[in-house]
């Protein structure tokens, strides 16, 4: 398994899943990557929740305005961040979200993040999962056998900034 980076970074988000389940052993793997991810002070302020049962998966759906893709995935990991009310936690957050979206993609798997908010439908999410104190459910990547898209025009738009427009040269 090394696919080229660039080919791992131009993967784009997929919010469409076939009828297929993701076996267990995959999703630990994607796990296995991902708690490799370098954290400030090497805290590892993450845990994660797996979830493949229908009921769960349409509850969490719910749990944000644009977390509905999640009713339509056969699995989940839902991403819990320390409550440590650190700055870089979040950041750390991101960091392990997109090792396990990268790892998704090695592995042939579409994937798409989802937000829970807000506050209430963080701690709906909590609690259906059975979270302990401590730990908080922001973020669940969805996770699939990619199928296609339906027609229709996405109301985020996409594409990317140039590099030119996101970086500059320092001219002492
Ligand atoms: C922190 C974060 C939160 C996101 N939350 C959602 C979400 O709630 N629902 C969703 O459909 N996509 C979500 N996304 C996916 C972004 O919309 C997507 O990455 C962006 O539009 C770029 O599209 P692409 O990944 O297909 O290139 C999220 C992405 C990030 C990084």
Do not use: K
Request: with cysteine.
């Amino acid at each position: 398994m090394s696919p080229d980076l660039d080919a791992l970074v131009a993967a784009r988000s997929v919010r469409t899943f076939a009828d297929r389940p993701v076996d267990r052993a995959t999703v630990e793997q994607l796990v296995e990557v991902a708690r490799r991810t370098g954290s400030a002070r090497n805290r590892q302020p993450w845990r994660f929740v797996a979830v493949d049962d229908v009921a769960t998966l349409r509850l969490l759906a719910g749990c944000g305005a644009y977390a509905g893709h999640l009713a339509g995935a056969p699995c989940a990991i839902v991403l819990l961040s320390a409550d440590d009310g650190r700055r870089d936690t979040e950041f750390d957050l991101g960091r392990v979200a997109q090792s396990l979206t990268l790892a998704a993609t090695a592995a042939g798997l579409g994937s798409c993040l989802a937000t829970f908010y807000p506050e209430p439908q963080i701690a709906r999410a909590a609690a259906a999962l059975a979270v302990g104190p401590g730990w908080v459910p922001r973020h669940a990547l969805s996770l699939g056998h990619p199928a296609p898209r339906p027609a229709g025009r996405s109301a985020v738009p996409g594409g990317r900034l140039p590099v030119p427009e996101l970086l500059r040269w320092h001219l002492p």
